[in-house]
């Protein structure tokens, strides 16, 4: 059987979000999500095949940052 490799901090389960998921999230329309993809304002993303996706992890760590970026606690 093979192993999977994986990289420090990264858990094998992680959900990984859709575009659609994340404007969700937000609450914003997908065309948002797509301008922060354009603009490289939102999360990290990863390309798989001709879709996008979002690793939870990275969301997490994006909202934290806006967060710091506005001052809020």
């Known amino acids: ?22 404007a969700d999230r937000c ?14 304002t939102g999360p990290r993303g990863m390309a798989i095949g001709k879709y996008v996706r979002f690793r939870l992890s990275d969301v997490l760590a994006w909202e934290e940052s806006r967060a710091d970026a506005n001052g809020a606690a």
């Open 1 to 22: 059987m093979a192993t999977i490799q994986l990289r420090a901090g990264h858990d094998a389960a992680e959900r990984h979000l859709t575009m659609q998921d994340l």
């Open 27 to 40: 609450g914003v329309s997908l065309a948002t999500v797509r301008q922060w993809r354009v603009k490289g």
